[in-house]
């Protein structure tokens, strides 16, 4: 059975950090797929097809990986896809006490889902998206943040 990991997240925008995560894991797993979130309660900076489109350009050498927009629960999502990992970077503790409480209520949802956590590589671990965001907004270079221009 193949080993299919779902990396979820808005990616609004998706930086090196989320990158280096992926590329990380892909000895992992036989199939990667990165979900971006779709919350329709939420104004993205980053249109959503622009986001896919760039995220699949940044892995257009990485066959397994795929990129999908996606509503709703994570869980369910990755039960529909038949991921049965999802992928989380943890930059900081903070970072883990948050994933660890939604690693929980995902197995509630579906019982068959397990989360992997991965440390983010020191060098990128300060990097976020709503920082780069804050960054980007203020007329400030963010291309040392991102794996891909925009």
Not at 102 to 110: E, L, R, Y
């Amino acid at each position: 059975m193949k080993k299919i990991a779902l990396f979820p997240g808005s990616f609004d925008p998706f930086t090196k950090g989320h990158e280096d995560i992926v590329l990380r894991s892909l000895n992992l797993f036989d199939e990667f797929v990165i979900g971006i979130g779709h919350n329709s309660q939420k104004v993205r900076y980053i249109d959503i097809q622009i986001m896919k489109g760039l995220i699949e350009k940044t892995f257009s050498a990485h066959p397994q990986v795929r990129v999908e927009i996606y509503e709703g629960l994570t869980a369910k999502f990755a039960e529909k896809i038949n991921a049965k990992f999802l992928l989380r970077g943890l930059r900081n503790t903070t970072d883990f006490e948050y994933e660890n409480t939604i690693a929980q209520a995902n197995v509630h949802v579906w019982s068959e889902i397990e989360t992997v956590f991965l440390i983010t590589s020191p060098h990128l671990a300060y990097i976020s998206s709503s920082v780069v965001r804050d960054i980007h907004k203020g007329g400030g270079d963010v291309g040392s943040f991102l794996p891909y221009q925009i």
